[in-house]
């Protein structure tokens, strides 16, 4: 069964984020060490989290594999990764592994 490793960065009070470098820098570097691995990966830009409320995320990944050991895998791979978050934001990324049901 296909599993999905979802990144989401919380908006909090102090909190920064540079959009232009996660989507091409960091981006990027989850191809590079991380694509052996994985299926698919796409990021989505907190707008809003509904009618006039401001978005609680800054942006949320996802980025799916095949089943839990190409997962596995694909996170033993992701050190540089990890490693690159200091570079676009001072946020602690909440993290969800989950299977794809529906």
Same mark, same amino acid.
């Given at each position: 069964?296909?599993?999905?490793?979802?990144?989401?960065?919380?908006?909090?009070?102090?909190?920064?984020?540079?959009?232009?470098?996660?989507?091409? =820098?960091?981006?990027?570097?989850?191809? +590079?060490? &991380? @694509? $052996?691995?994985?299926? *698919? %990966?796409?990021?989505?830009?907190?707008?809003?989290?509904?009618?006039?409320?401001?978005?609680?995320?800054?942006?949320?990944? =996802?980025?799916?594999?095949?089943?839990? +050991?190409? &997962? @596995? $895998?694909?996170?033993? *791979? %992701?050190?540089?990764?990890?490693?690159?978050?200091?570079?676009?934001?001072?946020?602690?990324?909440?993290?969800?592994?989950?299977?794809?049901?529906?």
């Amino acid at each position: 069964m296909a599993v999905t490793l979802q990144v989401l960065y919380p908006v909090g009070d102090g909190t920064t984020f540079d959009h232009a470098y996660y989507a091409t =820098t960091h981006m990027g570097l989850v191809g +590079e060490h &991380m @694509g $052996a691995h994985i299926t *698919a %990966a796409q990021a989505s830009k907190g707008l809003a989290g509904g009618p006039d409320t401001p978005a609680p995320f800054h942006a949320i990944a =996802t980025i799916t594999s095949a089943d839990q +050991e190409a &997962m @596995g $895998a694909a996170m033993k *791979a %992701a050190g540089p990764v990890m490693a690159d978050i200091p570079n676009f934001t001072n946020v602690q990324p909440q993290i969800l592994i989950g299977e794809i049901y529906g």
